[in-house]
C-alpha cells in the first residue's frame, strides 16, 4: 500500500484513538479475572485484535455489544495449543507468562519483526518459577508448560519493561502468599505505573518501592463479578497528530487523559520545550504552529515518541538533541537508523551519537518516496514531515500504521481537508 501525502496545512479536530497499551493490558485482566468484564472503547488496531484473539484461545469468551466488548472467563484454560501475538512485542511479554499459569503445554508464536526479537529473558527466568522453557535460540516459537510458581525473584529491566508486566500480571493472579520481584535497571516506568493501575482496578494488590522492588499480596477480598474497564485515548498515536498542529496549522485532540500514567505523554512537555503553541484542559488538547526552537529531550522512558519528535525536530530551528536511541534496535524495525535512512531522502540530516539522536533542523525539506520498514511509527513520523516538504512525499509500505491507528490516514486527511 502507498500513500501520498501533500504538502499541506491543517486544522480541525480529531478523537484520539483508543491506547493499545491499555487495551492489551486490560485484555489480560479480563482473561485473568474470574466473571465478567465490560471493556468500553476497544481498540481495534492489529496488536489489539491479536490480544484478544488470544485471551479467546486462553479460555476466555468475548462478545461485542454496543460497541463495548464482554468478556467472560475463569482464568487461564487453555483451548488451543498455540497463541499467536501477531507483531506485538507487548502481547508476547505480557501473554507468555500467563500462559504458563496453565499446565497444559502451549506454543507462542508471532510474525513479522517479532520472530527476530530476543527473547531470552523467558529461557533464563521461567524455570527458576517452574516452568519448562523451549525456544528457538532465544527466539520465537516459545513453547511453555506451567504451572508458573510465583516466588521471590530478581530480574533485569534494561531490555523492556513489558517482560515485568508479565510477570506482575502473573503474579498478581496465582499468589497465594506475599511474593516480591526486586528489578535492576528498569526502563520505561510509566509503562509499570500504567500496569499497576490495571491491576489495581481489577482487584489485584501490587505495590511498589522505588520501582526497585514489586510486593505481590494474594487479594484481600474477592473482586466483583463484574469489572467494567474503559480504555483512555492513545497518546503515542495521538501524538503525531499534535505535532502536525506543531509544524502545519492547529490541531486538536479530544479524548485524552491528561494525567494518563502513558509514557508518550511526554510529547507535551517536548512541545512545550520547543516553544509551539499549547492549551490543554481535561477535554482536549490544542496545539498551534509557532516559530519553534530546537530542544533537548531524554526519551529513554518513553522510545516510541523519537519518531514523532523527528517529526516535530526537523521544523525547528537549531539542532535538537534525543536522548535514549538505546531503546530503539528492538522495534519493528532499527528505528535509530530507520529514521536516519529515510528522513535523509528528504533531505534531513540525523546523527547518531552513542546514546544520542542529533537533529539538524531548518533544513529544506524535499518531497520524495520513502519506505515505511513495515514500522507503524515511521510511517506516521514521515506522513507528518510530508506537510512542510517542498513536493509531494510517498510512504510506501503505508498499510503499517493497522499495527497501532488504523484511522491514521483518515484522520490525517480530515485535517488536512478541513484547513
Not at 199 to 216: K, P, R
Not at 338 to 366: N, R
Not at 387 to 401: K, M, N, P, Q
Request: overall charge negative; glycine content about 8%; proline content about 5%.
Amino acid at each position: 500500500m502507498k500513500v501520498i501525502v501533500e504538502p499541506s496545512s491543517v486544522k480541525g479536530t480529531i478523537h484520539a484513538p483508543a491506547s493499545k497499551s491499555a487495551m492489551q493490558r486490560g485484555c489480560a485482566a479480563a482473561l485473568l479475572h474470574h466473571g465478567t468484564t465490560e471493556i468500553i472503547n476497544p481498540g481495534m488496531c492489529n496488536d489489539d485484535m491479536a490480544a484478544i484473539d488470544m485471551i479467546q484461545k486462553l479460555g476466555a469468551t468475548v462478545q461485542p455489544v454496543n460497541g463495548s466488548l464482554l468478556i467472560k472467563s475463569n482464568g487461564v484454560r487453555p483451548l488451543s495449543a498455540a497463541v499467536n501475538c501477531g507483531e506485538s512485542g507487548l502481547g508476547i511479554r505480557m501473554f507468555t507468562p500467563l500462559a504458563a499459569l496453565s499446565d497444559q503445554e502451549i506454543m507462542i508464536q508471532g510474525t513479522g519483526s517479532l520472530v527476530t526479537r530476543p527473547m531470552n529473558f523467558f529461557d533464563e527466568i521461567l524455570p527458576r518459577l517452574g516452568v519448562s522453557v523451549k525456544s528457538n535460540n532465544g527466539k520465537l516459537p516459545l513453547t511453555v508448560k506451567g504451572p508458573l510458581l510465583p516466588q521471590d525473584i530478581t530480574i533485569d529491566g534494561s531490555l523492556s519493561s513489558q517482560f515485568l508486566t508479565g510477570l506482575l500480571m502473573a503474579f498478581a493472579s496465582a499468589a497465594e502468599t506475599a511474593v516480591t520481584i526486586s528489578v535492576d535497571n528498569l526502563r520505561s516506568k510509566p509503562y509499570v505505573n500504567l500496569t499497576l493501575e490495571v491491576l489495581a482496578h481489577f482487584g489485584y494488590d501490587v505495590q511498589h518501592v522505588n520501582f526497585e522492588q514489586f510486593i505481590i499480596h494474594p487479594p484481600a477480598k474477592k473482586p466483583a463479578e463484574k469489572i467494567t474497564y474503559t480504555v483512555e485515548g492513545d497518546w503515542s498515536g495521538a501524538s503525531f497528530l499534535l505535532v502536525a498542529g506543531a509544524i502545519a496549522g492547529s490541531a486538536t485532540v479530544i479524548g485524552l487523559d491528561v494525567f494518563s500514567s502513558q509514557a508518550d505523554r511526554a510529547i507535551l512537555e517536548a512541545l512545550r520545550l520547543a516553544d509551539a503553541g499549547l492549551l490543554f484542559n481535561e477535554r482536549e488538547v490544542v496545539v498551534s504552529q509557532s516559530e519553534l526552537k530546537a530542544f533537548h529531550f531524554d526519551a529513554t522512558d518513553c522510545p516510541d515518541l523519537f519518531p514523532p519528535l523527528v517529526a516535530l525536530a526537523v521544523c525547528c530551528e537549531g539542532t535538537t538533541v534525543i536522548d535514549g536511541v538505546g531503546r530503539l534496535a528492538h522495534k519493528e524495525s532499527n528505528r535509530g537508523l530507520t529514521l536516519q535512512e529515510e528522513f535523509a531522502k528528504m533531505g534531513i540530516i540525523i546523527t547518531l551519537q552513542d546514546d544520542l539522536m542529533l537533529v539538524k533542523g531548518g533544513q529544506h525539506l524535499k518531497g520524495a518516496t520513502v519506505q515505511s520498514r513495515h514500522d507503524h511509527r515511521i510511517a506516521m513520523a514521515c506522513a507528518v514531515a510530508a506537510l512542510r516538504a517542498d513536493g509531494a512525499v510517498t510512504i510506501e509500505d503505508a498499510g503499517a500504521v493497522n499495527k497501532s491507528y488504523p484511522a491514521f490516514w483518515q484522520d490525517l486527511k480530515k485535517l488536512q481537508t478541513t484547513g
